[in-house]
């Protein structure tokens, strides 16, 4: 028997959506620039930046302007705990329990005196948006909530999920056979972290694209779980902390 092709992916930019301001309809803001930009078929993934659902969510704080380490103040009290210190770099394991740089806590794409926190419940914030498109649009999608995390032992940065809503965020593989049929017994994809980085190349640093759609997911990845739940690694399976 031939093992089946994998599904072709097409990333579609979504352009045009305004500056978020706290208490915005994100959701209807989204749902009107997907519709100009490529419509939403049934089985899209919608990955949305996490800035611009902490904006919409208002989950900014003011700081000096002035003074470049003004939120490190912020860094702790979003921590859960601190990992390690080099210099003014902070690494700490949020209270969701995301192992990050200075708790996700971000300057950039926001006002000079602004510094934007996490969501306080990504899975949540991406259940809404799911909900409030199914609502208005009439579509079922999955919704991944992604942000920028570097990663130990390898330079540069990625995009990953925070949150995720209608998609399984893990593809166990384990108790099948490779290619040669042999049975994979350890073997578990991170799909939402592979889209939440694909959608990444076509949204950029700098551009302003806080949004993308992803077509031709296999319908097999779609489902229920939490990125909190089923991703973040539980400490007792953590050698390194």
């Known amino acids: 028997m031939s093992t089946p092709i994998p599904p072709s992916l097409q990333i579609i930019p979504v ?47 003011t700081v000096d302007p002035d003074d ?47 510094a934007a926190l996490l969501p306080e419940d990504s899975d949540r914030s991406a259940r809404r948006i799911r909900d409030a498109i199914k609502g208005q649009l009439g579509v079922s999608v999955a ?20 949150g995720c809503a209608g998609i399984k965020p893990i593809l166990d593989l384990r108790g099948t056979d490779d290619a040669v049929g042999r049975e994979l017994h350890v073997t578990e994809v991170c799909i939402v972290d592979e889209l939440a980085g694909a959608a990444e190349l076509v949204r950029g640093k ?19 779980g939490s990125v909190v739940e089923d991703v973040v690694r539980h400490p ?4 390194f902390r």
């Open 206 to 224: 700098s551009t302003g694209v806080a949004v993308a759609v992803i077509r031709g997911v296999d319908p097999a990845w779609f489902g229920s």
């Open 143 to 162: 919704v991944i909530v992604a942000d920028t995390f570097g990663r130990p032992w390898r330079r540069g940065l990625t995009d990953i999920a925070l």
């Open 15 to 61: 352009p045009g959506i305004p500056e978020i301001n706290p208490g915005d309809d994100l959701s209807n803001l989204i749902a009107n620039g997907v519709t100009q930009a490529c419509g939403l078929l049934e089985g899209d993934v919608l990955v949305v930046s996490q800035k611009v659902v902490s904006k919409a969510e208002g989950r900014l704080v």
């Open 68 to 114: 470049p380490l003004a939120h490190k103040p912020l860094v702790l009290d979003e921590a859960r705990r601190v990992l390690r210190r080099r210099g003014d770099l902070i690494i700490t394991e949020t209270k969701h329990g995301y192992v990050c740089a200075n708790s996700g806590i971000d300057r950039s794409n926001v006002a000079p005196d602004i």
């Open 236 to 239: 007792s399976e953590d050698l």
